[in-house]
């Protein structure tokens, strides 16, 4: 069965800092892709960027850069120079030879200044 | 840009009442989907569908059915409301491509109370 875990039901940082959001997923399929999205208070999902599990270099989108690990089975979000826009909630998500996406809880992060 | 629309934004409902949640997209996309989002629990799929007329079910489809009868549109359809059912519903579409990398665009999302 595929699962995504994420184990930080919330998050600080303090503008202008890094912060890393956790993600284990677990599949015993050797094709998957992982992806990142975004949920500001307005409820809409916002796609931030995605590693495919045959990608040899870790993927990067502006602040965005998502820290694949595949032996450890983890996909952390790591965001550079927070900023008080990047406050929302983020979800981790999975697909595996299927056009079907599954979610993780989601972290809710909150930026401070 | 992808659009995504869904047809209600808020909705109060009574227990027992049928209830429609209607999507459209504007991209010609083959994949649509429903999800349920609850706090604590993530996004939950309800159901999928892949073309007009197919569906499949999803990890939660108790209590729901769909409607896929033109390629642009997809309805969530609770025959009978329950107020276990208060959640927000949210919408997708995605190109069919049985590959992983694959983006699934959503809409805003339906706010839906049932007392």
């Known amino acids: 069965a595929q699962k995504i875990t994420q184990t930080q039901p919330g998050m600080f940082v303090q503008e202008k800092e890094a912060v890393t959001l956790d993600c284990t997923y677990d599949?015993?399929?050797?094709?998957?892709?992982l992806f990142w999205y975004k949920q500001p208070s307005s409820g809409e999902m916002i796609f931030l960027i995605y590693q495919g599990s045959y990608d040899q270099q870790n993927a990067t989108e502006g602040r965005y850069s998502l820290n694949f690990q595949k032996a450890r089975k983890s996909a952390n979000l790591v965001i550079s120079a927070s900023q008080l826009g990047d406050s929302a909630m983020y979800f981790c998500?999975?697909?595996?030879?299927?056009?079907?996406?599954?979610f993780g809880t989601g972290t809710r992060l909150q930026v401070f200044p | 840009d992808v659009k995504v629309t869904q047809s209600s934004r808020y909705l109060v409902k009574r227990t027992g009442e049928k209830v429609f949640l209607e999507c459209v997209q504007d991209m010609d996309h083959e994949n649509m989907f429903w999800y349920r989002q609850d706090p604590g629990l993530g996004l939950r799929l309800i159901y999928f569908s892949y073309d007009v007329k197919m569906k499949e079910k999803g990890d939660i489809p108790e209590g729901y059915s769909v409607s896929r009868e033109k390629k642009e549109r997809f309805s969530l359809i609770l025959e009978s409301a329950s107020t276990n059912q208060t959640s927000m519903y949210l919408c997708?579409?995605?190109?069919?491509?049985?590959?992983?990398?694959?983006?699934?665009?959503f809409g805003e999302g339906s706010w839906l109370t049932v007392v």
């Open positions: 599949t015993s399929d050797p094709s998957y892709g």
């Open positions: 998500a999975m697909n595996a030879n299927t056009d079907k996406l599954i």
């Open positions: 997708a579409s995605s190109l069919l491509r049985g590959q992983r990398r694959n983006t699934i665009y």
